[in-house]
């Protein structure tokens, strides 16, 4: 009688008219042995499976669903490229600039978080981690820069009609054409350009200044070299490490006209403080040397065609339109010398943009 109560309470309850009692084999015993049934007895295999069918579910939508993405990007892409293909040009170009500007930030991360687990110094780095550094801070810089002018409301309809009509002052190398890259760097080259006789006629109205008489001699002979459309060699300056490591010639002492044409000799903005001229002016002329000193130990053998010329380019030369063997050569030079200075001769390795790309053989006139 009481059996079939508790019979009917666990029904009322909600529970399954299943048994009270199970039989079951313990492992060890030859008699089955009588007790309550288990969770697993009255609903068999039904948890197990409830929790394999969720995580499958769950993976066979998140499959599902990126599958169907997939489809629906690239119909829409053949979409714009058969409708629209000049908007199709620019739309896939900024997808891949996008990309290659998030492959370039996860290297960047990846090259911090190596010196700061082997307690590294930037220029400790190799040259290529060195390189990537130097060229991601410069572009995350413009890219800052561009992200603030766009916080206005309605700004950023504006300034995606801006990068539109000025990429070469608003846009990153990774959203540039092949051949708005090649335009551009000549471009940017005539503006160096531009500031190459003034930065002569500077170092001319301070020959004078000089004490030495070899030292204002090999000076004057140096500028006329160049003035007649001559190359000089490492040989050309070296005597005049002396001459750039004090005055008048030393970074200590260059006047405001002549910081401000090292400054677009350099391609930084020139429309500054004489104080901070002076700092970016040593700044980057520091991790130039830094840069040479780890290519020299990398070795120029090492570097691909394209390596080579960026180096160049970024070290004065216009290596556009050079054939591979001779800015090869002029970058050997150029760390000869570069490699062979103190960090008092810095001066020296700036003028050097000027003095040794300003009349190089085979470049263009």
Request: with cysteine; proline share 5%.
């Amino acid at each position: 009688m009481a059996l079939s109560r508790v019979c009917w309470r666990h029904i009322s309850l909600g529970g399954p008219p299943g048994p009270l009692f199970s039989l079951r084999l313990q492992p060890g015993r030859r008699s089955p042995a009588w007790g309550p049934p288990r969770l697993c007895d009255l609903f068999p295999c039904r948890h197990s499976r409830l929790h394999l069918s969720s995580k499958v579910a769950v993976k066979s939508v998140f499959s599902f669903v990126v599958t169907k993405a997939k489809l629906v990007n690239e119909k829409y892409n053949r979409f714009l490229e058969r409708r629209f293909p000049r908007f199709y040009l620019v739309y896939s170009l900024f997808l891949q600039g996008f990309q290659m500007l998030w492959a370039d930030a996860k290297k960047a991360r990846r090259i911090k978080a190596f010196m700061a687990q082997q307690k590294l110094m930037f220029h400790q780095l190799s040259y290529r981690d060195m390189e990537h550094m130097r060229q991601f801070r410069r572009d995350i810089t413009k890219c800052l820069f561009l992200g603030i002018i766009s916080i206005p409301p309605f700004a950023n309809y504006l300034i995606f009609l801006l990068m539109y009509l000025f990429p070469r002052q608003l846009l990153i190398r990774h959203f540039w054409t092949s051949k708005q890259q090649m335009e551009f760097l000549d471009i940017y080259h005539a503006f160096r350009k531009r500031s190459h006789p003034e930065i002569l006629s500077c170092l001319e109205k301070a020959t004078p200044l000089v004490s030495d008489e070899a030292l204002r001699w090999h000076l004057t002979q140096l500028c006329n070299k160049v003035r007649n459309g001559a190359s000089p060699g490492v040989d050309d300056l070296q005597p005049l490490r002396e001459c750039f490591s004090d005055y008048p010639l030393n970074m200590v002492y260059l006047s405001t006209a002549h910081m401000k044409a090292l400054s677009r000799a350099m391609l930084l903005t020139p429309h500054l403080p004489s104080v901070l001229l002076r700092y970016r002016l040593r700044n980057h002329i520091t991790v130039l040397h830094q840069l040479d000193k780890a290519l020299k130990r990398l070795g120029i053998g090492q570097l691909t065609a394209q390596e080579i010329k960026s180096a160049c380019y970024l070290r004065g030369l216009d290596s556009t339109h050079l054939a591979e063997e001779k800015c090869q050569k002029w970058l050997k030079d150029w760390l000869q010398l570069s490699c062979s200075l103190r960090s008092s001769e810095m001066s020296l390795l700036l003028h050097a943009v000027v003095l040794l790309s300003t009349s190089y053989p085979g470049k263009r006139r």
